[in-house]
C-alpha cells in the first residue's frame, strides 16, 4: 500500500463511506499468536486500516513484531508515533502529526524535524496531521503538555482546525484520550467537519456500536479504536460493523 494510502482513504470517502482504524499498541501485545488471530478477526469484521503505536513502552523491535504480522493484509498499517523512535520502513506510512494545542515546542515541530529525515530514508507515506487533545487527554495529554482544551469549548476546537487547514495539513486527530471514560463530543466533530474540509480522525473512549454511530452522523470521517481491542474483540467487531455501515453523503466546507 505504500505510496497510495491517501488515495485509498479519499476513494472510500468519496463513496459515502466512513472509515474504522484499529489502533493496535506493541506494548499492549502479550502473545504474536494471539495478535495475528485478533487481526485476522478484525480484517473480517471489515476493519479499514491498522494504526499502530501507543505513547510509552514502544520500541522498534515491538513495534516491528505487529508490523510483521500484519504484512499480508492489504489495508493500510500507518504508524501513530509518539515520537521519532516508533517508526519503521514495514509500515505504508505515517500520521506525521504536530500537537497543536502542546505547550511544548518538541510535540509542536521539533520531533518533526528530528523525523523527517527518518521518515524520507524509510520511504513513508505522509498523512499530514494536526493532533488535537480534547479534554486531559490521559498518558499522551500527559506526556504532550497539552493546553486543555474543554469538550464542550467547540468554537476553539474550530480554531485550530481552521488554521490546521490554511497550514496545509489534511488530516486532523480529535483525541480524547486511549481509555478516556467520555468520548470527544459529537457536537464538536460536527462544528470542525463542518468549518473544514479536512479529514477528521475521531478516537479515545469510544466503547460501543452507539457512541461510534453519534460520531459517524457528526461527520467523523475515521473513527479509531484501540483499548476495546484489547478488552472486548466481540464489541470490537460490533463497533466496526456499525462505523463501515454506515453512509453519508459529505458536503464541502463553505
Ligand atoms: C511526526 C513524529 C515523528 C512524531 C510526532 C510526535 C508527536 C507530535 C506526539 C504527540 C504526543 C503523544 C505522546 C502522542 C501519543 C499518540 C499515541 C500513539 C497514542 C496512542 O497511544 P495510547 O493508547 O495513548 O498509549 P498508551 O496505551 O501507552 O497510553
Ligand atoms: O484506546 P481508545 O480509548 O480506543 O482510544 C484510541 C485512540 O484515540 C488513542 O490514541
Ligand atoms: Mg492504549
Do not use: W
Request: proline share 4%; with cysteine; aromatic share 6%.
Amino acid at each position: 500500500m505504500k505510496g497510495r494510502v491517501n488515495n485509498y482513504i479519499e476513494k472510500l470517502l468519496g463513496e459515502g463511506r466512513t472509515l474504522h482504524f484499529s489502533l493496535i499498541d506493541p506494548d499492549k501485545v502479550d502473545s504474536l499468536d494471539q495478535l495475528g488471530k485478533l487481526i485476522e478477526r478484525l480484517y473480517k469484521a471489515g476493519t479499514s486500516g491498522f494504526l499502530v503505536g501507543g505513547t510509552i513502552g514502544v520500541t522498534q523491535s515491538k513495534l516491528e513484531a505487529v508490523l510483521e504480522t500484519m504484512e499480508d493484509y492489504e489495508i493500510p498499517k500507518i504508524i501513530f508515533p509518539s515520537n521519532i523512535n516508533v517508526l519503521s520502513p514495514l509500515a505504508d506510512a505515517v500520521l506525521f502529526m504536530s500537537l497543536l494545542n502542546s505547550d511544548d515546542l518538541y510535540y509542536v515541530v521539533g520531533a518533526q524535524v528530528m523525523g523527517a529525515p527518518l521518515v524520507k530514508q524509510m520511504g513513508l507515506e505522509i498523512l499530514p496531521t494536526a493532533y488535537l487533545i480534547i479534554g486531559e487527554g490521559g498518558t499522551a495529554g500527559h506526556v504532550g503538555r497539552v493546553r486543555t482544551i474543554p469538550f464542550d469549548n467547540h468554537e476553539l476546537g474550530a480554531a485550530y482546525a481552521m488554521a490546521a487547514e490554511f497550514m496545509g495539513m489534511r488530516y486532523i486527530y480529535l483525541e480524547a484520550g486511549s481509555g478516556s471514560p467520555r468520548t470527544v463530543n459529537p457536537s464538536m466533530v460536527r462544528y470542525v467537519a463542518k468549518l473544514t474540509n479536512l479529514n477528521v480522525i475521531v478516537g479515545g473512549g469510544i466503547r460501543n456500536p452507539e457512541a461510534a454511530r453519534s460520531i459517524c452522523e457528526a461527520g467523523a470521517d475515521i473513527v479509531v479504536t484501540g483499548t476495546l481491542l484489547e478488552t472486548d474483540p466481540e464489541r470490537a467487531v460490533k463497533v466496526i460493523e456499525a462505523v463501515t455501515e454506515f453512509r453519508t453523503v459529505r458536503e464541502s466546507a463553505k
